[in-house]
């Protein structure tokens, strides 16, 4: 949706009659790139965030731009590279940059294990071909593990898959976001919120003590949940829906050995998270994946990404790093032994993520002022294109969400 200048104007004067103020709880992708279109349309922001470290610094970056199904999220994630163009052209560099995605995938096992794999990679091609040219689509040899070339080499059913695609920088981001946020005018303020509570007027946001604001409680008329993992234990009631992993990877500040393809993200053709996500709500254990696989973040690399997910779709304590970390190890030693030496920060993190279907983006019905903006799969593709929507709505459009069907918290969420 665009919002024209005639829009604009009569929010501002509606605005300029009142004394709304946002605040935006979480200064991750999700809560900045709004922030910063909520600043665009002249609202009055502030951005509160704890001192923790986020989910986005941990992803690979990746625009997907060409891999969303036929209807209106193919039109969203198509959008993304042009709103982060638009987020750049506005707000100065954001790692923004042109890259290639390799998809790998080993030797197949047995037939029932070949024919999906054909199934995927067709489905994959399929999608593709519709925004890229077929000479965007290069096929290789497959990555050697540790099998061996002579045991790849016989199988002849392993391969890699070159498509174009387009990334953001993580480590870039991160860098470049606070000062984006300032040059627009927000106020960041770097503390930890220990509750939400509403008021006749709006919302009441409580520091918690010992993180600079001494227990502080400031009002707002409008509050904004993007923590991602940690909107549930700001407002309980949010639909069961929305539920947390924990994400981890491993931080590699300098690769002494060339890795093929260069600065390509690397990822697994056949992805097990989405796979876990999809089934979490059935899980009756713990379970945790590891999905092999690389990309460079800011002036290092991250390596592999595990995820692990409970039956209940709270939080919970970490899982213990160290068995994580060896897990994630193992993974890479079967694709190529010599990353699994290589030292580095293992870091894991709560995510957020949904089951089944969209994101939450909208107002949290039976809190009036309260809204949330949580829960993204191909968060680099999907956030861009759906922060306007959600801004406009913020500012007063009634109209500006109803092309989210099923999105919003309140409709067919449970």
């Known amino acids: 949706m665009q919002v024209t200048g005639a829009m604009q104007g009569d929010w501002a ?13 979480g200064a991750g992708l999700a809560g900045g790139l709004l922030a910063l279109e909520l600043a665009d349309l002249g609202l009055p922001v502030t951005v509160v965030d704890g001192a923790g470290p986020g989910a986005t610094p941990l992803s690979y970056g990746g625009i997907p731009w060409w891999a969303g199904p036929p209807g209106q999220l193919d039109s969203w994630m198509a959008a993304a590279p042009s709103h982060w163009r638009r987020l750049e052209a506005r707000h100065g560099p954001l790692g ?24 995927v990679l067709q489905q994959v091609e399929g999608l593709a071909r519709r925004h890229l040219g077929a000479d965007q689509l290069q096929h290789g040899p497959p990555l050697v593990g540790a099998a061996g070339p002579a045991a790849a080499a016989a199988s002849g059913a392993g391969g890699t898959l070159r498509l174009s695609y387009a990334r953001v920088d993580p480590g870039l981001l991160a860098a470049a976001l606070p000062g984006a946020l300032r040059a627009a005018g927000v106020r960041l303020l770097r503390q930890q919120v220990a509750a939400i509570e509403p008021t006749r007027s709006g919302w009441h946001l409580r520091l918690a003590a010992g993180t600079g604001g001494g227990g502080d409680t400031l009002p707002f008329r409008q509050v904004v949940l ?5 909107c549930r234990a ?4 949010l639909p069961q829906r929305l539920r947390v992993s924990w ?4 931080l590699v500040d300098r ?9 390509a993200i690397v990822m697994p053709l056949l992805g097990q998270r989405q796979g876990l996500e999809a089934r979490s709500a059935q899980l009756a254990a713990p379970e945790l994946i590891v999905d092999v696989g690389w990309a460079p973040s800011g002036s290092g690399w991250l390596l592999g990404q595990t995820s692990l997910v409970r039956a209940d779709p709270g939080q919970g304590p970490p899982p213990d790093p160290h068995h994580t970390e060896a897990c ?7 694709l190529l032994p010599q990353l699994a030496e290589l030292p580095g920060r293992f870091v894991q993190v709560p995510v957020s993520f949904t089951h089944p279907g969209l994101p939450l983006v909208g107002a949290v019905p039976g809190a009036p002022g309260l809204w949330v ?17 959600l801004a406009a709505a913020i500012a007063g459009d009634p109209a500006a969400l109803v092309a989210l069907p099923g999105a919003a918290p309140g409709v067919g969420g449970g």
């Open 13 to 25: 004067l509606r605005r300029s009659e009142s004394t709304d103020r946002v605040v935006v709880i």
């Open 373 to 389: 903006f949580a829960g993204f799969g191909g968060p680099f593709a999907l956030v861009p294109a759906l922060v306007p929507l």
């Open 328 to 334: 994630l190890r193992q993974a890479l030693a079967g």
């Open 226 to 230: 993007a923590a991602g993992a940690g």
């Open 255 to 263: 690769l002494p050995l060339a890795l093929p393809f260069g600065d």
């Open 96 to 119: 923004l940059s042109s890259c290639a995605l390799v998809l790998h995938w080993p030797a197949a096992a047995d037939a029932a294990a070949r024919q999906r794999q054909q199934g």
């Open 247 to 250: 994400a981890g990877a491993l």
């Open 234 to 237: 700001l407002w309980p009631l």
